[in-house]
């Protein structure tokens, strides 16, 4: 078994999460994990962002997700299943 299998995740994060430096603590946190993708706030409130890696480094990222910054207050993370997007070189802050 491929113990290197990248998967890729849409991710919405709801709760206290804008204005707090959840963007800026994710990008730092996703470079970390090695993992590739973005995040940016969404008009309803929530940071929305795409993640994808070795699936172990994207666990560990969702797991880290419910705690975020220390400022922020999550309330939910909601996942969906997406396609590996191949050209995404880095993490960024859109």
């Known amino acids: 078994m491929d113990r290197m299998l990248v998967i890729a995740l849409h991710v919405s994060i709801?709760?206290?999460?804008?204005?707090v430096g959840f963007r800026r603590w994710m990008n730092e946190s996703a470079l970390k994990l090695s993992?590739?993708?973005?995040?940016?706030?969404?008009?309803?409130?929530?940071?929305?962002?795409f993640i994808q890696g070795p699936q172990d480094n994207v666990n560990d990222m969702l797991s880290s997700l419910w705690e975020g910054p220390n400022l922020a207050d999550v309330e939910d993370v909601l996942t969906q299943d997406s396609q590996v997007d191949e050209s995404l070189e880095l993490f960024e802050i859109h």
Not at 14 to 19: C, L, T
Not at 35 to 49: C, F, Q
């Open 35 to 49: 993992l590739t993708g973005w995040v940016r706030n969404a008009s309803d409130g929530s940071v929305e962002a």
């Open 14 to 19: 709801f709760g206290s999460v804008q204005g």
